[in-house]
Structure formats: structure tokens, C-alpha cells
């Protein structure tokens, strides 16, 4: 199965929220509104790797994402 790299999210349980969820590593579910991030694997340091910019990156294309999203739908 492909599974795309961003989902939208949200919960019946939490109506007034949007989440973002990232499925490739490091999966990450991103609140669009307050910019929590709450991680589901753990961060290692890897060598020649700048693990903070690459996380800076991954923050950017998921609100890229979300708002190419919302887009679509008011198109």
C-alpha cells in the first residue's frame, strides 16, 4: 500500500483542531494551530546529518502541504 508522506487529521473529540501527520521518519503529528509537535519516533543524531535543519525542513513542507490542501478545497 502507498501511503502518502502528509496526512490532514482531525477528531470528533477535538473539533476546533487540524492536525498534520507525517508518516515517513520521523513520524511526527503536527497542530496546525499552535504549532505542538508531538513526536512517535525517537530522534537520533546521525553522523553528517543536521537533524535540525531537517526537522526545520519537514515542519515547512507539512504547512506547505497543509496549505496547497486548503487551497484545493476552496477551489
Given at each position: 500500500?502507498?501511503?502518502?508522506?502528509?496526512?490532514?487529521?482531525?477528531?470528533?473529540?477535538?473539533?476546533?483542531?487540524?492536525?498534520?501527520?507525517?508518516?515517513?521518519y520521523?513520524r511526527?503529528?503536527?497542530?496546525?494551530?499552535?504549532?505542538?509537535?508531538?513526536?512517535?519516533?525517537?530522534?537520533?543524531?546521525?553522523?553528517d546529518?543536521?537533524?535540525?535543519?531537517?526537522?526545520?525542513?519537514?515542519?515547512?513542507?507539512?504547512?506547505?502541504?497543509?496549505?496547497?490542501?486548503?487551497?484545493?478545497?476552496?477551489?
Open positions: 500500500m502507498e501511503i502518502p508522506k502528509f496526512l490532514i487529521a482531525d477528531s470528533s473529540a477535538l473539533q476546533d483542531k487540524i492536525f498534520i501527520l507525517h508518516t515517513d520521523p511526527f503529528l503536527l497542530d496546525v494551530e499552535t504549532e505542538e509537535i508531538e513526536w512517535y519516533d525517537a530522534l537520533e543524531n546521525e553522523q546529518v543536521d537533524l535540525e535543519a531537517e526537522i526545520s525542513e519537514l515542519i515547512e513542507s507539512a504547512y506547505r502541504f497543509f496549505d496547497r490542501e486548503m487551497d484545493s478545497y476552496d477551489s
